[in-house]
T-cell receptor, first 113, second 113 residues
Framework: AQSVTQPDIHITVSEGASLELRCNYS??????LFWYVQSPGQGLQLLLKYFSGDTLVQGIKGFEAEFKRSQSSFNLRKPSVHWSDAAEYFC???????????FGSGTQLTVLP | EAGVTQSPTHLIKTRGQQATLRCSPISGHTSVYWYQQALGLGLQFLLW???????NRGNFPPRFSGRQFPNYSSELNVNALELEDSALYLCASSLGQGATEAFFGQGTRLTVV
């Protein structure tokens, strides 16, 4: 069975600082990997996705993520965080597509002025 | 283009009652997914409908059920409500086979008192 681990429950960074959110997955084959963001009381918005090819993927809002098969990781990064990035971030894995996703427990991001 | 729409936004029910939640997918999407986001439990997969058929269900009791209509909209029914059913219920939709992205609605906040 596939699983996703987000080891950091809560991260606090200052506005303008760089950000890295960690995600580790467990899956037998090459997974479909996603990062979603959720603002309070809202649904999920897709930031970026990885299926194959270039292991560094670019997403919306200046986010990027790197797939590292050897480490079973798909960490999310942003070079300079904005106050509007404060939200909860979820990493997810799909078995063979974007259907029926398994989500990590989420990382809550706080941005200090 | 309209996104995934869910209704109602909020729902308050008494323990033992039944709740019905509705979801309209993006036009052209044939798959609908339901997820439960309960406090402390993260996002858990509930049900997956595709082309009117239930394709898979998560580890939830039978009192969680649903259906998909010919226009691909979907309904989630929760019978014999329990306090722990209080959660944000998210609906997502995607294209069929080989879908590369799932789009989420804003959710229905169900409160059981």
């Amino acid at each position: 069975a596939q699983s996703v681990t987000q080891p950091d429950i809560h991260i606090t960074v200052s506005e303008g600082a760089s950000l890295e959110l960690r995600c580790n997955y467990s899956y037998g084959a090459t997974p479909y990997l996603f990062w979603y963001v959720q603002s309070p009381g809202q649904g999920l918005q897709l930031l970026l996705k990885y299926f194959s090819g270039d292991t560094l993927v670019q997403g919306i809002k200046g986010f990027e993520a790197e797939f590292k098969r050897s480490q079973s990781s798909f960490n999310l990064r942003k070079p300079s965080v904005h106050w509007s990035d404060a939200a909860e971030y979820f990493c997810a894995v799909g078995r063979s597509s974007a259907r029926q996703l398994t989500f990590g427990s989420g990382t809550q991001l706080t941005v200090l002025p | 283009e309209a996104g995934v729409t869910q209704s109602p936004t909020h729902l308050i029910k008494t323990r033992g009652q039944q709740a019905t939640l509705r979801c309209s997918p993006i036009s052209g999407h044939t798959s609908v997914y339901w997820y439960q986001q309960a406090l402390g439990l993260g996002l858990q997969f509930l049900l997956w409908y595709d082309e009117g058929e239930e394709r898979n269900r998560g580890n939830f009791p039978p009192r969680f059920s649903g259906r998909q209509f010919p226009n691909y909209s979907s309904e989630l029914n929760v019978n014999a409500l329990e306090l722990e059913d209080s959660a944000l219920y998210l609906c997502a939709s995607s294209l069929g086979q080989g879908a590369t992205e799932a789009f989420f609605g804003q959710g229905t906040r169900l409160t059981v008192v």
